[in-house]
């Protein structure tokens, strides 16, 4: 039971009331609740969440408001919206015009008194607009006070709980997606503090109509592509057009010094949502300046607000038939600033279908002079089967990166390999 004591002073105190108890709801999904704002008032509701696929019409609940203090309570019912920032604290929008938003509820009753031990069912009739498919999040708000006591007055004793509403409205069409769109935007990379792990971010946007049951896994690949660590991003609820920040560890105690390449895997209620790359340098075991790259779309990296001009990826040559085995590429990069460049990137090569099939790192100790060139040459560790593919180079700079792609092909015996691809990256 979460329990919050206060006097009735500002709308503001009311709003954190409701921020705190859905806070409770995101994080334990704990169902019963109640609020007791002072000696004698206090009222329960239940449950504390409701999930439900809708279509106009229906009737949800019922939500069943107790008193459980010892003097009468006077209940008035609304609603709000719901929502969440980057890290998950629960928001709520007041509705100034229930006729623009797409789905409307109606409490039934919105208002009525409870001895003391009594309990009121109230129940929720939806009205679904016309069209509209996907998901609302209503948040019903119960606010108790003192028989008899003006709802406007500043002096008093109240208590307000809240129920948080997942509703899915379907469209006729069953060929209609109403699925979440997921996509990571950031990544970051960090020393956990403890000498022995990694702290690996992915903020996860959530683009679709639907909320979304999120978690991931991190996969650790050493500058050679092996496997050397993994672990697992914390899980959490996203809801449409918010975005969240899901954080996990990873035992580092195998990394050693050297270019590493950290793999993100996003999944919604279960199901594969995509992926995201960064590379991050190490300098032992868990001792990694912290590394962030930005994935959202923008300009080209060359108008990039960081000082100095991003470096760039000159020439990406690989051969256009191979056998398969040692396939050897080529990456020239251009420094086009005036003080030395880093390299710090990952190559990646997907099949037919852009379906990755592996990664490694950049490895380049040396720093490229201003205004010059850098020519980097990498063999690909494993053996591809025959087929076509696209190789990928991404070049990291200042929390940005700019990429070039070139595709190829793998053939059986008896093809031998001969010829190239060279592609130019644009100035």
């Given at each position: 039971?979460?329990?919050?004591?206060?006097?009735?002073?500002?709308?503001?105190?009311?709003?954190?009331?409701?921020?705190?108890?859905?806070?409770?709801?995101?994080?334990?999904?704990?169902?019963?609740?109640?609020?007791?704002?002072?000696?004698?008032?206090?009222?329960?509701?239940?449950?504390?969440?409701?999930?439900?696929?809708?279509?106009?019409?229906?009737?949800?609940?019922?939500?069943?408001?107790?008193?459980?203090?010892?003097?009468?309570?006077?209940?008035?019912?609304?609603?709000?919206?719901?929502?969440?920032?980057?890290?998950?604290?629960?928001?709520?929008?007041?509705?100034?015009?229930?006729?623009?938003?797409?789905?409307?509820?109606?409490?039934?009753?919105?208002?009525?008194?409870?001895?003391?031990?009594?309990?009121?069912?109230?129940?929720?009739?939806?009205?679904?607009?016309?069209?509209?498919?996907?998901?609302?999040?209503?948040?019903?708000?119960?606010?108790?006070?003192?028989?008899?006591?003006?709802?406007?007055?500043?002096?008093?004793?109240?208590?307000?709980?809240?129920?948080?509403?997942?509703?899915?409205?379907?469209?006729?069409?069953?060929?209609?997606?109403?699925?979440?769109?997921?996509?990571?935007?950031?990544?970051?990379?960090?020393?956990?503090?403890?000498?022995?792990?990694?702290?690996?971010?992915?903020?996860?946007?959530?683009?679709?109509?639907?909320?979304?049951?999120?978690?991931?896994?991190?996969?650790?690949?050493?500058?050679?592509?092996?496997?050397?660590?993994?672990?697992?991003?914390?899980?959490?609820?996203?809801?449409?057009?918010?975005?969240?920040?899901?954080?996990?560890?990873?035992?580092?105690?195998?990394?050693?010094?050297?270019?590493?390449?950290?793999?993100?895997?996003?999944?919604?209620?279960?199901?594969?949502?995509?992926?995201?790359?960064?590379?991050?340098?190490?300098?032992g075991s868990a001792r990694v300046a912290r590394t962030t790259i930005d994935l959202q779309p923008k300009l080209a990296v060359s108008d990039a607000t960081e000082p100095g001009k991003a470096p760039r990826i000159a020439r990406l040559t690989?051969?256009?038939?191979?056998?398969?085995?040692?396939?050897?590429?080529?990456?020239?990069?251009?420094?086009?600033?005036?003080?030395?460049?880093?390299?710090?990137?990952?190559?990646?090569?997907?099949?037919?279908?852009?379906?990755?099939?592996?990664?490694?790192?950049?490895?380049?100790?040396?720093?490229?002079?201003?205004?010059?060139?850098?020519?980097?040459?990498?063999?690909?560790?494993?053996?591809?089967?025959?087929?076509?593919?696209?190789?990928?180079?991404?070049?990291?700079?200042?929390?940005?990166?700019?990429?070039?792609?070139?595709?190829?092909?793998?053939?059986?015996?008896?093809?031998?390999?001969?010829?190239?691809?060279?592609?130019?990256?644009?100035?």
């Amino acid at each position: 039971m979460i329990v919050v004591r206060k006097p009735r002073v500002s709308v503001l105190m009311f709003r954190a009331s409701v921020l705190s108890f859905l806070l409770c709801v995101f994080a334990t999904c704990r169902l019963p609740c109640g609020i007791d704002a002072g000696a004698g008032l206090a009222i329960r509701v239940s449950p504390a969440s409701i999930t439900a696929t809708v279509k106009n019409g229906d009737t949800l609940g019922p939500v069943l408001v107790t008193n459980r203090g010892t003097s009468p309570v006077h209940v008035r019912a609304s609603y709000g919206m719901g929502g969440h920032d980057l890290a998950g604290v629960p928001t709520c929008r007041a509705i100034e015009d229930p006729a623009t938003e797409p789905v409307e509820v109606v409490l039934q009753p919105a208002e009525f008194v409870l001895a003391p031990g009594e309990s009121m069912p109230v129940y929720v009739r939806v009205r679904v607009k016309n069209g509209f498919f996907g998901g609302a999040y209503p948040v019903l708000l119960f606010q108790a006070s003192v028989p008899g006591e003006s709802a406007a007055s500043d002096i008093g004793t109240t208590s307000q709980v809240a129920v948080l509403m997942l509703l899915t409205s379907t469209p006729h069409d069953a060929s209609v997606s109403v699925g979440p769109g997921l996509a990571i935007t950031s990544l970051t990379v960090a020393g956990a503090g403890d000498g022995r792990s990694l702290t690996v971010t992915a903020t996860c946007q959530n683009s679709g109509k639907v909320h979304a049951n999120i978690s991931g896994s991190i996969l650790i690949r050493d500058p050679e592509g092996k496997l050397t660590a993994q672990g697992a991003l914390s899980s959490a609820i996203c809801l449409p057009g918010c975005a969240r920040a899901l954080s996990g560890l990873v035992d580092a105690t195998r990394v050693r010094s050297g270019t590493y390449v950290a793999e993100v895997r996003l999944a919604a209620s279960g199901r594969p949502a995509g992926s995201a790359l960064i590379a991050f340098r190490a300098d032992g075991s868990a001792r990694v300046a912290r590394t962030t790259i930005d994935l959202q779309p923008k300009l080209a990296v060359s108008d990039a607000t960081e000082p100095g001009k991003a470096p760039r990826i000159a020439r990406l040559t690989v051969p256009a038939i191979s056998e398969g085995r040692g396939l050897p590429l080529e990456v020239v990069l251009e420094n086009l600033d005036g003080s030395p460049m880093e390299a710090l990137g990952y190559i990646e090569i997907r099949d037919y279908q852009m379906r990755r099939v592996g990664v490694m790192a950049i490895q380049h100790d040396g720093k490229a002079a201003p205004g010059g060139l850098t020519v980097i040459r990498l063999t690909w560790p494993d053996t591809l089967l025959p087929g076509y593919y696209t190789v990928r180079v991404t070049l990291q700079w200042h929390g940005e990166s700019t990429s070039l792609s070139a595709p190829f092909v793998v053939g059986a015996a008896p093809f031998v390999a001969g010829g190239s691809i060279s592609l130019r990256g644009e100035r």
